[in-house]
T-cell receptor, first 117, second 111 residues
Framework: GAGVSQSPSNKVTEKGKDVELRCDPI?????LYWYRQSLGQGLEFLIY????????KSGLPSDRFSAERTGGSVSTLTIQRTQQEDSAVYLC???????????????FGPGTRLLVL | KQEVTQIPAALSVPEGENLVLNCSFT??????LQWFRQDPGKGLTSLLL?????REQTSGRLNASLDKSSGRSTLYIAASQPGDSATYLC??????????FGGGTRLMVKP
């Protein structure tokens, strides 16, 4: 079946511009995660959506970052007033929940490579 | 702060060798420990997931162990092949399965 898809695959923008990154999770997966992978910081968690619950935003680095998930499916990560340090690969993952509340493995998309000039 | 450390950062071995990748983590109250593979320019592929109640998981030539008391996990790769060359990442999952990743081990298997 189809995996997690992300768009665009690459994005080049100018400092100060806003960008939107999109994630289409695997159909039926209730959990959706955004991560960021940069040279200096490795792979770090940004935000987590689970069903209709309020998202866990504890990993967002600043208030310029926000994300929403519409209809429990597609998610958009928005970065406002981009800075050069925002340059990174942004990865999305989704997973389902096993019986007993345990989480299944996360399936990752190919990522969006963001370059802020 | 939850931290995950992987040793070594890079490893080069000849084809056919058995090898062990190490992962250590602070805070033994983990929910699961996961191992991923990342190929250059690609996303992550899940290899093995060990629930906190488990001690190990096996898939083909891969075996991962978990010792919560010592805060360690190992990934054992048997009879390594050039196609195993990639970066291997371990990650600890918390209650919401939000993952904290280690820095990864870059593996090169030479023919």
């Amino acid at each position: 079946g189809a995996g997690v898809s992300q768009s665009p695959s690459n994005k080049v923008t100018e400092k100060g511009k806003d960008v939107e990154l999109r994630c289409d999770p695997i159909s039926g997966h209730t959990a959706l995660y955004w991560y960021r992978q940069s040279l200096g910081q490795g792979l770090e968690f940004l935000i987590y959506f689970q069903g209709n619950s309020a998202p866990d935003k504890s990993g967002l680095p600043s208030d310029r970052f926000s994300a929403e998930r519409t209809g429990g499916s597609v998610s958009t990560l928005t970065i406002q007033r981009t800075q050069q340090e925002d340059s990174a690969v942004y990865l999305c993952a989704s997973s389902s929940r096993l019986a007993g509340g345990r989480e299944e493995t996360q399936y990752f998309g190919p990522g969006t490579r963001l370059l802020v000039l | 702060k939850q931290e995950v450390t992987q040793i070594p950062a890079a490893l080069s071995v000849p084809e056919g060798e058995n090898l062990v990748l190490n992962c250590s983590f602070t805070d033994s109250a983990i929910y699961n420990l996961q191992w991923f593979r990342q190929d250059p320019g690609k996303g992550l592929t899940s290899l093995l997931l060990i629930q906190s109640s488990q001690r190990e998981q096996t898939s083909g030539r891969l075996n991962a162990s978990l010792d919560k008391s010592s805060g360690r996990s190992t990934l054992y790769i048997a009879a390594s092949q050039p196609g195993d060359s990639a970066t291997y990442l371990c990650a600890r999952g918390n209650a919401g399965n939000m993952l904290t990743f280690g820095g990864g081990t870059r593996l090169m298997v030479k023919p």
